[in-house]
């Protein structure tokens, strides 16, 4: 099946040895030592790791004052010699920076947005108003206990490689046994739930004829997913879905199921409202919140086939 005309992905310049990265802090603060480390292993890349000046800054549970997060991040995307923007961490605060976003800019001059987590409120503007494709991927605050070679190695290959990138299912994860059969190829957009939902009515672009992708943090209970994806539903954002990827749903084990709920557990949840929608859903991605985090592209062609258990997507980068 084609891709629709109104989901043509924007790609970037792949990375090559001597590039100039930028590393900036839109959501929470950093650790120095944990960037000192991500530029450490930037670096052992061949390329040039540089800081945005508002990096280390702390405006209560935010990396600096909103006007000054938005201006690193513009900074960046105005610079023609930074050749891609790197985020700290997630967090919280870049959902109330995304209005001030220099997107003409992007659309000027591609570079790829690394990140996750709170960083998916990025991924989803600029995906709306100039089709970049970004890459869900580990953050510069970096651990190598959390990220670790494997992390690091799909990274730098996502960066500086146009392979394409395939995952596999984990029967494991909690959204393993939320699949229901079948193929879908579209554009994959999407990342965290929270995120997801919060950008309805904002900046959420259109899914028609779209693969969402969804992971979700611990910190909230099963009520919330169930929420989050009954306000997408009424909201019409799930209108024209090709199919569904889902990533890791931390807090949420296979024996999740409560008497005080009826019985139902994650996966009772998911299936009761993603049946609707009648597309094929590959649960079980090991993508999300967990440790050693793969980096995916968002906003290029994928494809979900439940009967292999993979997720196919073409680069970020040309």
């Not at 909103?66 to 690193?72: H, Q």
């Not at 900046?203 to 992971?215: H, K, V």
Request: charged share 20%; with cysteine; net charge negative.
């Amino acid at each position: 099946m084609d891709t629709p005309d109104n989901l043509q992905s924007l790609r970037s310049p792949r990375l090559r040895p001597g590039d100039r990265v930028r590393i900036v802090s839109p959501a929470s603060p950093p650790s120095r030592e944990g960037v000192a480390r991500g530029v450490e292993r930037l670096s052992s890349w061949g390329l040039r790791a540089e800081l945005g000046e508002h990096v280390f800054d702390q405006w209560g549970y935010m990396a600096g004052r909103d006007e000054d997060r938005a201006f690193d991040l513009n900074s960046a995307f105005r610079d023609t010699g930074v050749r891609a923007v790197i985020t700290t961490r997630g967090g919280k605060g870049t959902y109330r920076i995304v209005d001030a976003l220099d997107t003409d800019a992007l659309r000027r001059d591609p570079k790829p947005v690394v990140g996750f987590s709170d960083i998916t409120h990025i991924h989803l503007t600029v995906w709306a108003r100039c089709r970049l494709a970004g890459l869900h991927g580990p953050f510069a605050d970096w651990s190598e206990e959390w990220s670790g070679a494997a992390s690091a190695d799909a990274l730098r290959r996502a960066l500086m490689t146009t392979d394409p990138v395939t995952l596999l299912r984990d029967p494991a994860e909690a959204s393993a046994a939320a699949s229901m059969d079948g193929v879908a190829t579209g554009i994959l957009v999407g990342g965290n739930l929270d995120a997801v939902r919060t950008e309805i009515g904002a900046g959420l672009p259109s899914l028609d004829g779209a693969i969402l992708f969804l992971e979700h943090q611990k910190g909230t209970g099963l009520g919330e997913v169930d929420r989050a994806l009954t306000q997408l539903a009424r909201s019409g954002a799930l209108d024209g879905l090709r199919g569904v990827a889902l990533g890791q749903f931390l807090g949420f084990e296979q024996s999740t199921a409560h008497p005080a709920l009826g019985g139902w557990g994650l996966v009772d949840v998911l299936r009761d409202q993603l049946a609707r929608l009648d597309v094929p859903v590959l649960g079980g991605l090991p993508v999300g919140h967990g440790a050693h985090p793969p980096t995916i592209p968002l906003g290029t062609e994928a494809t979900i086939d439940t009967a292999t258990g993979t997720l196919t997507l073409q680069p970020a980068v040309a």
